[in-house]
């Protein structure tokens, strides 16, 4: 999809991904995923809880909440991929299932931005299983930061009882997880022209958190007619234009309508403008 984009950036043009015809519905998704699971970890418990909710327990006891949107989206984006797609949503389970027992540090702790009905969701998840409430801290009124422990295979939300364990305080979180971003991000970069349309460019994980790098969004780096601007339409998928460039906020509505369902861990179909540091949702 991000290539897809970038396309539009450099010729101004962009084509709806064509949805194929003999791709599987969302419950026959679901099934083909447990039986996945089923195989690779025979002693586990799988059960549908919903059209693309799936509960896991460990022989231990041990239990987790698979959420398959994502991993939907993407067989749809391509469905002659689904072994692929399996196994990139799989291969993580044994590890969030056993991430207590690993060797886990503030070092890891990195920056996620959510929106609303997904933190809300979460918390509804974690609050039904009796387990301690995330940390987050609120951006605007559709974003949120949450922290998480990014873990060489797979990744765990800081929850109220690790602040304690890790001995955090909220008020620094911010400070710890985005100076581990930092180190942890290869760099970051912009595709199509900062001062009109561009899109930034980390590692296909965490385009979304670049916009709590404070000293990227300046004029120097982003010279656009007006505001700053940005489209966080995914985690991977940022667009930056001028909050004056009605041509450029045009096509950031095209790319929308035309994708609108398309985009993998999607985070927000809004815009937000930076105002004296802060980024507030923008209206056209």
Do not use: C
Request: zero cysteines.
């Amino acid at each position: 999809m991000r290539k897809i984009i970038a396309v539009w950036l450099f010729l101004l043009t962009v084509s709806p991904l064509i949805m194929a015809g003999n791709s599987m519905g969302a419950d026959s998704f679901a099934k083909k995923y447990i039986a996945f699971i089923s195989k690779l970890y025979p002693t586990y418990t799988v059960e549908k809880h919903g059209e693309l909710e799936v509960r896991i327990t460990a022989p231990g006891g041990e239990k987790m909440t698979a959420f398959l949107d994502n991993a939907y989206t993407d067989y749809i984006n391509d469905p002659d991929d689904l072994e692929r797609v399996l196994t990139v949503y799989s291969k993580s389970i044994a590890a969030s299932l056993n991430f207590d027992k690993a060797g886990l540090s503030k070092d890891q702790l990195v920056p996620v931005i959510k929106n609303k009905a997904y933190l809300f969701r979460s918390l509804e998840m974690l609050a039904s299983t009796g387990k301690a409430g995330l940390v987050y801290e609120k951006l605007n009124d559709e974003l949120y930061v949450l922290y998480a422990f990014d873990a060489p295979n797979a990744m765990r939300f800081l929850t109220e009882a690790d602040l304690d364990v890790f001995g955090l305080v909220k008020s620094e979180l911010r400070t710890i997880s985005t100076s581990n971003l930092r180190e942890l991000i290869p760099g970051l970069k912009l595709e199509g022209d900062p001062a009109s349309l561009s899109m930034v460019v980390v590692d296909g994980n965490y385009e979304s958190s670049s916009i709590l790098f404070d000293d990227i969004w300046t004029d120097r780096h982003f010279p656009v007619e007006g505001d700053i601007v940005v489209y966080i339409l995914a985690r991977d998928l940022v667009l930056v234009t001028g909050s004056k460039d009605k041509e450029s906020l045009n096509s950031i509505q095209e790319i929308i309508g035309e994708n609108r369902g398309q985009f993998s861990h999607p985070v927000s179909e809004l815009g937000f403008v930076l105002i004296n540091g802060q980024w507030k949702l923008f209206s056209p």
